[in-house]
Every structure is written in structure tokens, then in C-alpha cells.
């Protein structure tokens, strides 16, 4: 499984592209058959508690695509802090598993972890 | 400062910060103190300290809880310390007792400053605030705005700054390698 992770509008989806995969393989804010998850983190802000619960059918994917949602002003309403705080935490879990890595910043992809097929 | 080693580790919520920091003490010797800057109330604060506990017991902290006035703290012997951190600092810092505002900035900086006096290695967290696409009210621009300028003091200060992403450090200023 190959993470990729990055701002709004950071490139994530258009690297995705690079990598062989089309619109329809990718699977928007929903895990199924699709080999790509993108939106990983409206998925988790939907259920915050229930993220842990995501981990095993996201190593199965061959890419997930997570915007980071960490870096900001805490937010004082509950359900978006916990969102937030349950994205970061189930990034981690899955960096730890992946094959690799990447970072996106201004469309320019950096492997942060291991190495791309 | 000889011999007195500073790591800066930043990065968003939930990065990974913490547990990387800790993992660096426990590459580091005894005595290891956890410097706790958070106050145990408000904003899931409690949820957070609990966790926080679990997460490094059985590590060797010993855990000192201090919300304020780092410059006044005297630890029990030079050793490892861990400060938990720059953000929970800084609001504790910004407003005097009748709740009037005060720029933290010199004494968030002095008291660092102090605590890395006593140390042999001083591993400070922070955190990454000012990027979200929101509009505040003036006390918490005030507060992104004080919070960037100490951490961008603190990197310069500090002999190694990394970024945490996932879980996983990028470093920004010079290499862990000359820590260990």
C-alpha cells in the first residue's frame, strides 16, 4: 500500500494518475472493490471513533490518498477536533505499514518512506 | 550552553510528535522528566492528558506538571527532559492574572532557554497552527502569530528541528545522528 498524503488541492489525485490508475479505479470518501481510496479523511470525520476500525481493509488497497488535516488552530467543536485527531493517529498506523510514503507539496511528490514500485 | 542539546520536533495534530519524542529519550539516559505544560481542563484535555500517561508509562518519566513560569522550574538533577509543549505554553503564558493579555513571547523563549540549562538534551514539541484557511477572532491571530515567531526562535536555538508527518520525521536543521 502506497500513502500519499498532502494539503488541499496538493497534487494527490494527479499523482495518483502518475502512477497508472484511472478515474474509475478510484474510490471517493468509500471503501470498496476499487483499489484507491481518496478522501480518506471525510471518511474518518464521518465516524471519528469508529477510525481504528478502517486500518485493515485500508492495508489492503494498493494506494490511499489522506489530506493532512492536523496543522492549524485546534477546533473548539468537539466531533471536528476528535475528527482531526483520529486521521492523524490512523496516518501514522498506516505509514507504519505502508511500502511507501509520499508527501505532496505544490504538485511536487516526495518520498518520505520506502520507495515507489 | 555546552553540552546542553536541543531537538525541536514539530508538526500537526496528531502527527506522531509525541511518541517520537519520547522514543528519543529512551535512546537517551536517566533522569528522563516530562515537563507537562497542559492544564488538565477544557477542549477533551482530560481525554488527551490520559492518553498521553498511558503512552509513556513504563518509559522512565518522571512526569512534571508545570503550566507556568519555566524560568522558575528547578529540576532535581541534569538529565533528559521532555517539554509537551510550546502551544499549551504559550496560551497558559498570554494572559496575566485579571485575564488581561500579555505577549508570551519572552518568557515562553527565556524559560526554554532555562530548562535547556539544565539539561543534557532537551527535546521541546511543538505544533503547526497557522495553516488552516480560517479567519480568527484577534486573540487567537494574536496567539498564531506569537506561537510561529517562538517556534522560528526555538529553531534557531535548537541544534535539530524535524517535522513529523505520519509519524515520520523530516528533518529541517542539522541531524540526529550528531545527538546520538
Redesign the interface.
Known amino acids: 500500500m502506497i500513502?500519499i498524503?498532502g494539503?488541499?488541492g496538493s497534487g494527490k489525485w494527479s499523482f495518483a494518475k502518475t502512477l497508472g490508475y484511472t478515474e474509475q479505479e478510484i474510490a471517493d470518501a468509500v471503501i470498496d472493490e476499487r483499489p484507491v481510496v481518496y478522501h480518506l479523511e471525510r471518511l474518518v470525520f464521518a465516524q471519528p471513533e469508529q477510525a481504528d476500525a478502517l486500518l485493515d481493509s485500508l492495508l489492503e488497497k494498493e494506494v490511499v490518498i489522506c489530506c493532512?488535516?492536523?496543522?492549524?488552530?485546534?477546533p473548539?467543536e468537539?466531533n471536528e477536533?476528535?475528527g482531526?485527531?483520529?486521521?492523524?493517529?490512523l496516518?501514522?498506523l498506516?505509514?507504519?505499514q505502508a511500502q511507501a510514503?509520499v508527501?505532496m507539496v505544490c504538485g511536487i511528490p516526495t518520498v518520505?518512506?520506502g520507495e515507489l514500485p | 550552553m555546552p553540552n546542553s542539546r536541543m531537538i525541536l520536533l514539530t508538526?500537526?495534530?496528531?502527527?506522531?510528535k509525541s511518541?517520537y519524542g519520547e522514543e528519543l529519550c529512551m535512546r537517551l539516559p536517566f533522569p528522563r522528566y516530562y515537563i507537562a505544560a497542559m492544564r488538565p481542563f477544557g477542549?477533551?484535555s482530560e481525554e488527551k492528558i490520559a492518553r498521553h500517561r498511558r503512552l509513556r508509562s513504563g518509559k522512565g518519566f518522571e512526569t512534571i506538571e508545570r503550566y507556568t513560569d519555566l524560568q522558575g522550574l528547578v529540576l532535581p538533577e541534569r538529565g533528559t527532559v521532555l517539554l509537551e509543549c510550546i502551544c499549551n505554553l504559550t496560551a497558559n503564558e498570554m494572559f496575566d492574572e485579571e485575564g488581561a493579555w500579555i505577549n508570551p513571547y519572552e518568557t515562553v523563549v527565556a524559560g526554554v532557554e532555562a530548562l535547556r540549562r539544565q539539561s543534557d538534551t532537551l527535546v521541546v514539541i511543538t505544533?503547526?497552527?497557522?495553516?488552516?484557511?480560517?479567519t480568527?477572532d484577534s486573540g487567537?491571530q494574536a496567539?498564531?502569530d506569537v506561537i510561529g515567531r517562538i517556534n522560528r526562535t526555538l529553531a534557531q536555538q535548537a541544534d535539530v528541528v524535524c517535522e513529523l508527518?505520519?509519524?515520520?520525521p523530516?528533518g529541517r536543521k542539522g541531524s540526529l545522528e550528531d545527538v546520538f
Do not use: W
Request: net charge positive; charged share 25%.
Open positions: 500513502l498524503v494539503g488541499e493532512e488535516v492536523g496543522s492549524g488552530i485546534i473548539v468537539r477536533r476528535l482531526r485527531e483520529a486521521t492523524g493517529r496516518c501514522v498506516l505509514a507504519q510514503v508527501r518520505i518512506k | 508538526g500537526g495534530s496528531a502527527c506522531g511518541s477542549d477533551g505544533n503547526e497552527v497557522g495553516t488552516d484557511s480560517r480568527y487567537t496567539y498564531m508527518v505520519c509519524g515520520l523530516l
